[in-house]
Every structure is written in structure tokens, then in C-alpha cells.
């Protein structure tokens, strides 16, 4: 059975760290695509940070860069995201999400990703 668990999130004071993992179980074909994703409450799921295997790139949402860093560790079928310098605005729900079939849309487009992690709540707050 293919899965995704997210893993790492919690509660943090604006300013402060956190890092979330994803953790890759039961797939036999290597990922064309994997990203992290949120969603607020009354807001739509919105593209964090992923990496694309078209052009082995990485790449980060407008709001993340510089905070944010994505990493990948094949050999553990693992990829994370340190989230530093957390603002409450990055409060949501982060899922990490996954496609093994070429993709056409930017990895950071949600749509289409047919595996999808069962999200994990990250609050930042004082």
C-alpha cells in the first residue's frame, strides 16, 4: 500500500522553527514529483515548496523563500521542509503530496497529485 505520513508539526511562536517530514512507504517507481502543500481555514490548498524531476528543480512559493528549505533523502524515502523564521500567516494544514507519472502543471500546481499525505497542523502564535 503507498503512503505518505507527515510528521514534525505542532505549535510555534512567531519567529521560531519547525521541520516537517514526509516519510514514502510501499512505491516502486521513483517520484516525477514531491511537494508540500497547505491550507488554511477558509482559504484553498496552496503550493509550499516541491521538487520536480523535469530539470531536478526546486522550487518555493513567493511567501516561503528564504524561510523555507526543501530537501530530499532518497535512500530514506524522505523529504522535509525546515520552516524557520515562521510567521502566523503560515499557520495550516501541511500535506505532502506525490505523483510516479510525468506531470505537465508546475510541481507547485496541487492539481493532479494522485498520492496525497493526511496533513499535519502547524500553528504559529504567541
Known sequence: ???LVESGGGLVQPGGSLRLSCTA???TRDFT???WFRQAPGKEREGVSCFARRGSSTNYADS???RFTFSR???ENTVSLQMDNLKPEDTA???CAADTVN???PCLDSRDYKYWGQGIQVTVSS
Open 103 to 105: 506531470r505537465y502543471r
Open 25 to 27: 512507504s510501499g512505491f
Open 1 to 3: 500500500q503507498r503512503q
Open 73 to 75: 533523502d532518497s535512500a
Open 64 to 66: 516561503v523563500k528564504g
Open 93 to 95: 494544514v501541511y500535506y
Open 33 to 35: 514529483a514531491i511537494g
